[in-house]
């Protein structure tokens, strides 16, 4: 996808040419799920599938069409309220709710091409986000930085959307950097951009199988960790100790003692991860992706049979560093770090693994750590 192309779908759609024209990545992770709303580490790379959106203000409302999800519904931007727009359209309306306390926004006539797999967990909502978070930011002159782009999208999927996610996604999708994945502290918004070496791809592992109920099920994980470190005393899990767990374990139900259990030793993975990835220790790369992964299936419980085939499948192939699931889980996809040399042999053993497992075809797409989003053209 070009911005030639998205120039010839917008005139297509429009009958006229678009001014505008920004690029957003998806987002994967490596490791450090489910930690961001509990103020711990993160480790996600913005990749190269990504959309690219073209726009041209308009006096009438926004109107947004997708080439991969049709029509949205239309909206004023400086007026739009949740629960107003229903289709894919609530991102950016949910950005323009989000904006338009910095300053007033013009409506936008604007077309969404993408490459981002949909329900795969690799984020195509905050890219939509960020996408049109740079297109007002640019347009309207409001001045902002990415890192508080990335504030205003999570605002975005809190207030408006519904889904109480953590900063991860848009702090990725705004602020990634080619050929690094960044190490985020999700408290203090600290990146340490962390380069994936050369000998390394990192693997995009689709299960097909679509995410489901995540966000009831997403929501009930969070508040399960505010339980959690309610009884513990600690302002935020990443707080937490695992003395601190045991010593008061018979004050918290099975389920609230497990998600902990799963978040305390994540957030300490993801910083060893780091530390690993610097010394190039591939064996504990792997060593620690499945322990997360397994983790999140026993403890967490937001894996699901597919995401299980698909991890098991890639650390049983030729070249596989670690594999893991990755995003919010309950289907979507599995992240896997390979040996470049090996990539052809490792997607094609993973792939025939998870078939005879699942009867499924799953996909793997070999992807490159992006920039984060932004204009394009002026
Ligand atoms: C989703 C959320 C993120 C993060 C992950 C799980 O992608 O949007 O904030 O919580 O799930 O790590």
Request: proline share 4%.
């Amino acid at each position: 996808m070009t911005s030639n192309e998205i120039g010839e779908l917008f005139v297509e759609r429009f009958a006229q040419m678009p001014t505008l024209v920004a690029a957003a990545p998806g987002r994967i992770n490596l490791i450090g799920e489910h930690t961001d709303y509990n103020g711990g580490f993160v480790f996600p790379a913005a990749i190269d599938l990504g959309m690219l959106v073209a726009a041209l203000p308009t006096q009438g409302p926004s109107e947004m069409y997708s080439k991969q999800t049709g029509e949205g519904a239309p909206f004023r931007a400086n007026t739009v309220e949740k629960d107003e727009c229903k289709s894919w359209s609530r991102y950016p309306a949910g950005m323009a709710w989000a904006l338009r306390e910095i300053g007033p926004l013009d409506d936008l006539l604007a077309v969404v091409d993408s490459d981002i797999p949909l329900g795969s967990g690799v984020s195509s909502s905050a890219a939509l986000e960020m996408a049109f978070g740079v297109l007002w930011n640019h347009h309207c002159g409001l001045g902002i930085q990415p890192k508080e782009l990335a504030l205003l999208g999570q605002k975005c999927e809190n207030g408006f959307v519904g889904v109480q996610s953590g900063i991860m996604d848009q702090m990725a999708c705004a602020m990634g950097r080619a050929g690094c994945a960044m190490f985020l502290d999700t408290r203090s918004l600290e990146i340490r951009y962390a380069p994936i070496p050369d000998e390394l791809s990192i693997v995009l592992c689709d299960t097909g199988k679509p995410r489901a109920l995540t966000d009831s099920a997403y929501n009930e994980r969070r508040s399960q960790c505010e339980e959690a470190s309610c009884i513990l005393g600690v302002p935020m899990l990443r707080d937490a100790t695992l003395e601190m767990l045991e010593q008061s374990s018979a004050q918290m139900s099975d389920v609230i003692y497990r998600r902990a259990r799963h978040l305390i030793p994540e957030n300490a993975r993801c910083l060893a991860f780091a530390g690993a990835l610097e010394r190039a220790d591939f064996a504990e790369l792997g060593r620690l992706m499945r322990q997360s992964h397994e983790s999140l299936r026993d403890d967490y419980e937001v894996s699901c049979k597919e995401l299980d085939a698909m991890s098991e499948a890639a650390w049983n192939s030729p070249g596989c560093v670690g594999a893991r699931m990755t995003g919010a889980g309950f289907g979507g996809a599995c992240v896997a770090l390979a040996r470049k040399e090996s990539i052809n042999e490792f997607c094609e053993s993973m792939l025939a693994g998870y078939r005879a497992a699942t009867g499924l075809v799953g996909e793997a797409s070999a992807c490159r750590a992006a920039d984060g989003a932004r204009i394009v053209e002026p």
